[in-house]
């Protein structure tokens, strides 16, 4: 069979190519050269498959998509309160080149404006580092989060060097308030070269996909970040990624986001996908136009809003029987689907509206899928307080979706395979 989703993103290329409106940026002369009327598609899922059309063979400079994986690099490497010393994370409403700084402490408001993506550069790799070396790992890191390496457009550098007025003032108010210890034309530089990064639409996807997954990359399997810097990073771009278009954005579309003045825009939708789009032609927020359009009919069509997620579950106990065995009943009560909060939730509801009878009681996790943390330390309680009350508990768990489960001080579990290894068990006791 042949996928239908590449025939369903080519229909969705075609449905904006009509629309002309909007410009390429022009402050970078380079970017005011590129073809207006590419237009590309990619999407990868977070287990790695990818799906594209349109002109995806087209490489153009990363841009503005660069801070949140540089955002990134920065967490990882120096923790999160250093960071945030530096760059707060509060979306400042204004555009992006503003010079958005926090009143009291003069740290620039966030990391995707470019205030705050010129100091997250100046604090990606050690703190020893040299402008070079910053740059090595910028572009090894902004590499793995792609799954190839990555290279700077000398031309484009070059070219927005030369009219880099605004940021170099940016960076000059930034050293003045002591938010950078750099000399700023330094700064300015190294932050220019991480904006002339070439990529692909593909290259962006996988990025996004990347944080998508929890900073796994999704192809590889390869960690790039840890679990909390791709939730910081993907919180940030939620709400500062579209700069002023921020609050219309998520409203709209609701998926973390964030765009580049060469026309490209990603999104990220936690736990499923990394999506990007590139048509330069750009509205008054530095936005793409037809990015924009494709982004919306995407959560349209394909139910994307981060606040329209559907139950997380429905029933969780699955089945409530008792097993008879020469040796005595056993109470298996099964569970099902993938448990957080709300599903561990009914599991200890349910336990508390009934009386059980049976001193021996099994839980049976054969059918569900993976238990969060908070999940697993409720399951956990369960089994403790019914151990407490006398019961004898059992956990079916074949998959081990809780490893080395410890109920903690009074309870005690005995962890089974199947439900058909109770048997062997209790004709063992029975011997005994
Ligand atoms: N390099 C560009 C700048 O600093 C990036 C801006 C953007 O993509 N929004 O102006």
Not at 30 to 36: H, N, Q, R, S
Not at 38 to 58: E, K, N, P, S
Not at 128 to 144: N, Q
Not at 365 to 384: G, Y
């Amino acid at each position: 069979m042949r996928s239908p989703i590449p025939d369903y993103l080519d229909g969705a290329l075609q449905s904006v190519a009509a629309d002309e409106s909007g410009a390429p940026a022009d402050y970078i002369p380079e970017l005011a050269g590129a073809d207006p009327d590419r237009l590309a598609v990619a999407v990868c899922t977070i287990d790695g498959a990818r799906y594209t059309a349109g002109d995806v063979g087209v490489e153009f400079s990363i841009q503005s998509i660069s801070k949140p994986f540089v955002y990134a690099l920065a967490l990882a490497d120096r923790g999160f309160e250093a960071v945030l010393e530096k760059v707060w994370v509060e979306p400042s409403g204004d555009a992006f080149n503003e010079l958005s700084l926090d009143p009291e402490t003069s740290r620039p408001l966030n990391p995707m404006i470019n205030a705050g993506a010129i100091t997250t550069n100046s604090l990606a790799g050690a703190p020893e580092m040299d402008a070079a070396a910053r740059h090595e790992r910028i572009v090894d890191g902004l590499s793995a989060f792609a799954g190839r390496r990555l290279s700077v457009d000398d031309a484009v550098f070059e070219s927005e060097m030369n009219t880099a007025y605004r940021n170099r003032a940016l960076a000059n108010l930034l050293r003045a308030n002591g938010i950078i210890d750099e000399d700023p034309i330094v700064a300015v530089a190294a932050y220019t070269r991480q904006c002339s990064l070439s990529v692909t639409t593909e290259d962006l996807a996988v990025m996004a996909a990347t944080l998508a997954n929890g900073g796994v990359h999704p192809v590889s399997g390869a960690p790039v970040v840890s679990r909390a810097v791709a939730r910081q990073v993907l919180s940030v771009m939620a709400t500062c990624g579209m700069y002023d278009g921020a609050g219309d954005w998520m409203t709209r579309v609701g998926v973390p986001a964030k765009s580049g003045v060469s026309g490209g825009l990603i999104g990220a939708l936690p736990g499923q996908v990394g999506i990007s789009t590139f048509s330069p032609r750009l509205d008054r927020h530095g936005n793409s136009v037809r990015g924009l359009d494709l982004f919306e009919r995407f959560t349209a069509d394909m139910g994307m809003h981060l606040m329209e997620v559907p139950p997380a579950t429905t029933t969780v106990i699955r089945s409530d029987r008792v097993h008879h065995a020469p040796a005595g009943d056993v109470r298996v009560v099964s569970l099902q689907g993938a448990l957080q909060f709300s599903g561990a939730e009914q599991v200890l509801r349910y336990f508390v509206d009934k009386t059980i009878e049976e001193h021996r009681i099994a839980l049976a996790l054969v059918r569900v899928q993976s238990v969060n943390d908070v999940a697993r330390r409720m399951l956990l309680e369960v089994i403790r307080r019914l151990s407490l009350e006398g019961h004898e508990v059992f956990l079916i768990d074949p998959d081990q979706v809780i490893p080395d489960p410890d109920p903690g001080t009074g309870g005690s579990v005995v962890v089974l395979h199947s439900l058909q290894d109770l048997l062997p068990l209790w004709r063992r006791r029975a011997a005994e």
